[in-house]
């Protein structure tokens, strides 16, 4: 049996599928909870639904290795007048049996899976996708702190180390916010940078900071990310490279590119892409053929890693006049 963890990262991505292939009217809703017709007070789970203009469509997934016999096929049948959905569909990664397939067909349940192209198959259809991603390594980092000695005593200056301690992230991020054009044009070679920051940016300590010198020696570096595992989705008798909706992706799911046609939905998980030592993450770009139109999506935000073990050295200087 598939892991839980897994079926849903399917069904999720069948959810993305047809985020990118139905009108843009669709509702697209992954695991979503019914009412009972029969029992308004009892929720029914559903894989994935699709409503516009009031028609209900209900999206059913098997993650399993190997194909789904009529008896699944059977109880959609059922989930189908129980729920009074207008149409089901059955999404499996393994394919179906001949009488699952019949059955189906008599019964007006849709099909479709999602297959694996061999090697031989990815070269053949001969569109893959290329992802980079950069980052900005500190082969160096020092801050120096100048402090309003007038002002200053002993609980405000370890009010402004505690800060400095903590801040270190935050300050990584606004240098690059605000110097984005001049950081994407430094390449592979280190470079010496050179920021000043005023204190309105120290929030609770600006009032005893005047100023902060920001230098840094930095390079950037480029990595490809490999989706390297292709899948096409359709009629489970359409032959892979005849379908019009192909998957590709990494084993981490950390890169996912869905195309069908020209259009193309990228999505990117930074809760799982992780930047080398002492790097941050820049950017990311994408390189491929035949694209009328692209999302982007970028999840995993507050979970991913922006900053890998970068160290910043800082020094507080007092000044009098």
Known sequence: MPHE????LFELLVSRIYGLIEQADTEVIWNKHLPDPDDPKSQRQVDVTL??????????????????????????IGKRVSLRADAVIAVSSSGFTPLARKKAEVHGIILRDLVSLSAAEVSEWGMTTRVFVEYLVYDSANATVHLDGENL??????????????????????????????????????????????????????????????????????????????????????????????????????????????SVAITLDFSRVRPPEKGQFLSYTVTMKDVTSVTHRIVGFDKGLWFNGVEVRYTFVPNFC
């Open 5 to 8: 963890r897994d079926s849903s």
């Open 51 to 76: 409503k516009r203009n009031n028609i209900l469509t209900i999206i059913e997934c098997r993650l399993h290795q190997d194909p789904q016999d009529v008896t699944w096929v059977e109880s959609l």
């Open 153 to 262: 005593n002993g609980t405000e200056l370890q009010r402004v180390v505690d800060w400095a301690k903590s801040s270190t992230t935050n300050m990584l991020s606004q240098i690059t916010n605000k110097f984005v054009d001049q950081l994407n044009r430094i390449d592979s070679e280190p470079v010496d940078i050179q920021v000043f920051l005023n204190p309105p940016w120290i929030d609770s300590a600006a009032h005893v900071v005047r100023k902060v010198d920001f230098a840094a020696i930095v390079r950037r570096i480029r990595e490809e990310h490999s989706v390297p595992l292709v899948s096409a989705y359709d009629l489970p008798n359409v032959h892979p490279l005849e379908r019009e909706t192909f998957v590709e992706r990494n084993s981490q799911y950390a890169t996912e590119v869905i195309r069908s046609g020209g």
